[in-house]
């Protein structure tokens, strides 16, 4: 069964950097598309940025020239690198990884815990 965990979050100031991670876990396992989401308060969960197999990204608007997504197939992870902080960047981060199972040959969607971002002014 695949896994995913994020990493990485905690308080920052704002201008502020994190990287966050989000690593894969299991056998026999492909990835097709990583994304990361957040949730702030009150506010609904919204796609930050995602990465495909192929190596093509997506990127919100609101963190275009701030934030990169980057993947490292050797550590089964993908990246959030997070620059210039804003505090209403805070929030859960979430990791969401769609994939196929080798065993099987069934696709997967699985979730992260998430980690909380905070930012302060």
């Known amino acids: 069964q695949v896994q995913v965990a994020e990493s990485g979050g905690g308080l920052v100031k704002a201008g502020g950097s994190l990287r966050l991670s989000c690593v894969a876990s299991g056998s026999h396992f492909t990835i097709t598309k990583t994304t990361w989401y957040r949730q702030a308060p009150g506010r609904q969960r919204e796609e930050v940025a995602g990465?495909?197999?192929?190596?093509?990204?997506s990127i919100i608007a609101s963190v275009q020239g701030r934030f990169a997504i980057s993947r490292d197939d050797t550590k089964n992870a993908v990246d959030l690198q997070m620059n210039s902080l804003k505090p209403w960047d805070a929030g859960v981060y979430y990791c969401?990884?769609?994939?196929?199972?080798?065993?099987?040959?069934?696709?997967?969607?699985?979730w992260g815990q998430g980690t909380r971002v905070t930012v302060i002014s």
């Open positions: 969401r990884a769609f994939g196929v199972a080798h065993t099987s040959g069934r696709t997967f969607d699985v």
């Open positions: 990465i495909q197999s192929n190596g093509v990204t």
